[in-house]
């Protein structure tokens, strides 16, 4: 059966590539391309080419210094490993924590009981949330929220694993109810709330499962950012503030709200290829599949589909998951990451779209606030780099 996705012309190829457009006859001429041509020049199939800029990123090496031929960046950590395809926080597989509240296992990972949010801060980031234009996302909200927060703590400023373990719960706990949940000693509950949806105990335990899932995952650019914010001694809500700088990127956590317009237009009846083609044509490859650091399916996305699958609508969401799946292994060999289980997550409790990015957000705070703590420890400013001129 022909292909409904469009083909793409080689100066779209070499765009997407980040290569010139002989280096793709290159390709090629190798076999790591296959080509069509006719009146209209050489075609590749879109599908064919993001399965070829995804290997390259697996097997790419790491970026190294021109030099010195040593690694830009290695941060040694102890709470997040990835062995074996398993996402691992100091030594227990994530997926084994998940039938525990999400504030427990903070709990458990900073080693820092729990502290409500105060009453006045929450109505402070709340006024800075209901300031916000209507058409405002998810990451808008979020922001307008942390900088409530912010302001309403003189406090702040102290770089101590106190302080900074009072400034996450007060986000952890405070941010549902600033974005219009209700409070509630449940995190995932309070957090589901905020969207109006049904609080059946299948979404509140999916909702938790997903908040476990993404606390951390080896050194992300959003945490890189939070420790180099840490290393100058940002105070608790600077630092996440840089994180979610860092996260609101394409390549980042923004690409969950892809996934998840993706995953709506298949859910409303649109074929998988059509969809596909729509999601390429912003040239950041397909949302919600392939990660360079599993060689199969996500172990985040494998966990979280058995939650998906218990959902009021979780049959039909779980089909549209597997047609999509299917359509993309077909073509290449990548497989569902965390965003696609994330997308059919929203769209299984009948949650908006970019409820993805804020589950996203509030989940990874709590590996946030442990990578701060950690940088704290550490020598102040040892994450600023030496430029190396080589202008002219």
């Known amino acids: 059966m022909a292909s409904s996705l469009p083909r793409l012309t080689a100066a779209q190829v ?4 980040g290569v010139k457009p002989q280096t793709v006859y290159a390709y090629v001429s190798r076999g790591l391309l296959r080509r069509e041509r006719d009146a209209r020049g050489s075609t590749f199939d879109a599908l064919e080419v993001e399965a070829f800029a995804g290997a390259r990123r697996r097997t790419a090496p790491a970026a190294v210094h021109p030099t010195s031929g040593m690694p830009l ?29 999400f504030a427990e296992v903070v709990e458990w990972l900073w080693d820092a009981e729990r502290v409500d949010a105060p009453d006045p801060a929450i109505g402070s980031a709340r006024e ?72 059946d105990e299948a979404t509140v335990a999916a909702v938790n499962a997903a908040l476990i899932l993404l606390i951390d995952h080896d050194l992300a650019v959003s945490t890189f ?20 700088g860092a996260a609101d990127s394409p390549l980042h956590i923004s690409a969950a709200a892809r996934t998840a317009r993706l995953f709506a237009r298949v859910r409303r009846g649109l074929e998988p290829e059509r969809a596909l083609a729509e999601a390429l044509q912003d040239g950041n490859g397909i949302p919600g599949f392939g ?9 985040r996305a494998d966990a979280l589909f058995s939650f998906v699958e218990r959902l009021p609508d979780g049959e039909a969401t779980m089909d549209a998951a597997r047609r999509l799946s299917d359509v993309v292994a077909d073509r290449t060999r990548l497989r569902p990451n965390v965003d696609l289980a994330l997308a059919a997550l929203a769209s ?25 703590r950690a940088e704290y ?15 002219r």
């Not at 070499?14 to 590539?17: E, H, P, V």
């Not at 420890?377 to 190396?388: F, K």
């Open 14 to 17: 070499a765009a997407r590539l």
């Open 73 to 101: 960046a290695v941060v040694h950590t102890d709470i997040a490993d990835i062995e074996d395809g398993e996402l691992l926080y100091r030594g227990r597989r994530a997926r084994d924590l998940t039938d525990r509240p």
């Open 128 to 199: 800075m949330v209901a300031a916000l234009p209507p058409h405002a996302g998810a990451m808008d909200r979020l922001r307008a929220a942390l900088t409530g927060f912010a302001a309403d703590d003189p406090l702040r400023h102290d770089a101590s694993s106190a302080t900074l373990h009072r400034i996450g719960w007060t986000l952890l706990t405070g941010l549902p109810v600033a974005l219009d949940g209700d409070p509630h000693g449940d995190i995932a509950r309070s957090l589901v709330s905020a969207w109006r949806a049904p609080a």
């Open 225 to 244: 950012a939070a420790r180099v914010a840490a290393s100058a001694r940002a105070d608790g809500y600077a630092a996440v503030s840089a994180a979610l």
């Open 291 to 299: 990660h360079p650091l599993y060689p199969g399916i996500d172990d």
């Open 348 to 372: 299984g409790a009948r949650l908006p779209d970019d409820a993805a990015s804020t589950i996203f957000v509030v989940g990874r705070l709590a590996g946030w606030i442990a990578h701060i």
């Open 377 to 391: 420890a550490e020598q102040a400013m040892r994450l600023r780099p030496r430029g190396e001129y080589v202008g």
